[in-house]
């Protein structure tokens, strides 16, 4: 089941965006995410269970979300015709804050459930939270940083030219 509901997710990925390098560059986001998850359950000694287990697929639907919403406005930026710089900044201004609420409700309602009695529901809510946060981080930090990496790879480690369009794109630093 896990493994179906990973495939269902990247299939929809696939119709979600255009151009191949923004569905693979949402799935490294959302992989990303879930290795986080898994390292940081590992190291707050988080057993596996079939409750916890469960969050594995949960955390397909829900950590994608956050990744598509990124690319989705950094995509569009681009079309209208914005430098990669300023596309990266219009995503995470114009979703951040949106995305960042979205997943903190939900870690809230997850938390609410770490505080159960029953040590399984306790272990998938920490479980859940856990991944609420670690692919919130992996969209919202990781996704731009990597895109803008990989534009200045792009542009021959050339970082005049993107620090050029980064200062037309706020005219507030030349102040």
Known sequence: ???????????LLIFTFRRAANRWLTLLSLI???????????????RLNFLNFVAFPITFG???DYGVNVMRR?????ELGRGPVASIREAVEGTGGAVVLCSMTTVIGYISLYTS?????????????????TCL?????GLPSLIYYLHSR?????????EEEESEASPLQSV
């Open 154 to 162: 792009k542009e021959g480690n050339d970082d005049s030219r993107l």
């Open 117 to 133: 009695s029953n040590q399984a529901l306790n272990s998938f809510g920490a479980a859940m939270a856990i991944s609420e946060v």
């Open 62 to 64: 829900n950590g994608v």
């Open 1 to 11: 089941s896990v493994l179906i509901a990973f495939f269902a997710t990247v299939l």
């Open 32 to 46: 990303v995410g879930i290795l986080w998850m898994a390292g940081l359950m590992a190291l707050f000694e988080i």
């Open 74 to 78: 950094y995509a569009e930026e681009l």
């Open 137 to 141: 981080v992996a969209a919202v930090l």
